[in-house]
């Protein structure tokens, strides 16, 4: 079975900043998903990010990156020019390549962006 | 495009009762999956369906049932209801077909149990 671990229950930046949030997953697999899902206080969550396993480039959407290192099987999100808004529930998620599309989470990081 | 709709949004029943949570897809979506989001034990799989069928299942015991609907809308249904099944519920839509298609989630039915 997959695992996903989010080892950074809370973090905060100031606004502007750059923030790193870490996951590290655990599988046999090797064609298979990841994804960073935003969820606000509102409860509803937003997919920020996808990256195939089969690619080697990482995975960039305006100031959202990711680091995909499949061998050490980590997948770290990088939040560059930090805003407000960005506060959230950062889930990182797995999901296999075939079979049943179900995502398997990781238990989330809390991210504050300070005034 | 509308998005995904649940209902309620809030729900609160007592130990021992039945509730069923209802989810409404993206237009021309036709795979609705459902996951339960608790402090204890996050965010967890529990069903997916597709054209009427059950694909896959989670962990959960027999309580936990759904369908889905010719119009691919989507039920969930707990039956004797106990504490730990306060929780937020989450349904999410896909379109068919293909190795992927992302899935778009609901705002969630925040189920308390009494």
């Avoid at chain 1, 064609?31 to 899902?37: A, D, G």
């Avoid at chain 2, 369908?67 to 039956?79: H, Y």
Wanted: hydrophobic share 30%; charged share 15%; net charge positive.
């Amino acid at each position: 079975a997959q695992t996903v671990t989010q080892s950074q229950p809370e973090m905060s930046v100031q606004e502007a900043e750059t923030v790193t949030l870490s996951c590290t997953y655990d599988t046999s697999e090797s064609n298979y998903y990841l994804f960073w899902y935003k969820q606000p206080p509102s409860r509803q969550m937003i997919l920020v990010i996808r990256q195939e396993a089969y690619k080697q480039q990482n995975a960039t959407e305006n100031r959202f990156s990711v680091n995909f290192q499949k061998a050490a099987k980590s997948f770290s999100l990088k939040i560059s020019d930090s805003q407000l808004g960005d506060t959230a529930m950062y889930f990182c998620a797995f999901m296999s390549f075939q079979g049943a599309q179900k995502l398997v989470f990781g238990q989330g990081t809390r991210l504050t962006i300070n005034p | 495009k509308a998005g995904v709709t649940q209902t309620p949004r809030y729900l609160i029943k007592t130990r021992g009762q039945q509730v069923t949570l209802s989810c409404s897809p993206i237009s021309g979506h036709r795979s609705v999956s459902w996951y339960q989001q608790t402090p204890g034990q996050g965010l967890q799989f529990l069903f997916e369906y597709f054209s009427e069928t059950q694909r896959n299942k989670g962990n959960f015991p027999g309580r936990f049932s759904g369908r889905q609907f010719s119009n691919s809308r989507s039920e969930m249904n707990v039956s004797t209801l106990e504490l730990g099944d306060s929780a937020l519920y989450l349904c999410a839509s896909r379109a068919a077909g293909g190795s992927y298609n992302e899935q778009f989630f609901g705002p969630g039915t925040r189920l308390t149990v009494l």
